[in-house]
């Protein structure tokens, strides 16, 4: 079976952009503090990064999703008119530093060649796909959005095989995507603690 959960935050940091926006480009800073994720690690593949979440389904049997995963980062620039470039990679460090107006981190699902899942074994590969965008808020604020899909297929236990389909699909997804927003939401709190608790030292 084939299940889809979704996330969305809009937050404020007390910090300034360039340090809020390098804090949270640390992928495996920011994913421990997720409540699921037992471990990040970086795969051999430049911005690739293998995640491993550990969860329970209803019956409160354990299994775990594995998760591959790239990382792209983009700096978002507004320039005037009179400023040509074919590619941002070439204008100067101080023309970028001027016009930058943001930073988006996009996660997206990297294919990987050999097999994942293990049913037997209840392991199960999922698919993450996020877009986090940043913008300056005043010198000393960041404002932060995310929006998060995550997919994972899993094979189902013989109990709940008796409920239609359709219903047990929506349920499903309905039930995902509040545990991840629940999840969400405490990780960006203790990201937010964690920030506020660097400011002050």
Partial sequence: ??????????????????????????????????????????????????????????????????????????LLLELPKHIEYNDPADLPDEIIKCYT????????????????????????????????????EGPEKTRVLLDLKIDVRFTLYPAFRIVPEKILHAMTNAGMSIIMQTSTNKMFHSITRDFNNMKKT
Avoid at 102 to 122: F, L, M, N, S
């Fill in 101 to 136: 107006v943001g930073k988006k981190i996009r996660w997206q699902h990297h294919q990987t060649p050999g097999q994942v899942e293990d049913p037997a074994k209840y392991l199960f590969e999922g698919k993450a796909f996020a877009n986090m965008s940043m913008h300056p």
């Fill in 1 to 74: 079976m084939e299940a889809t959960g979704v996330s969305k935050g809009d937050w404020i940091f007390n910090g300034e952009f360039n340090r809020t926006s390098d804090y949270l480009s640390d992928h495996k800073k920011i994913l421990g503090f997720n409540p699921f994720c037992h471990s990040v690690e970086l795969t051999d593949t430049a911005n690739v990064y293998k995640w491993l979440f550990r969860v329970t389904d209803p019956q409160n049997n354990p299994f775990d999703v594995i998760f591959f995963v790239e990382q792209i980062e983009e």
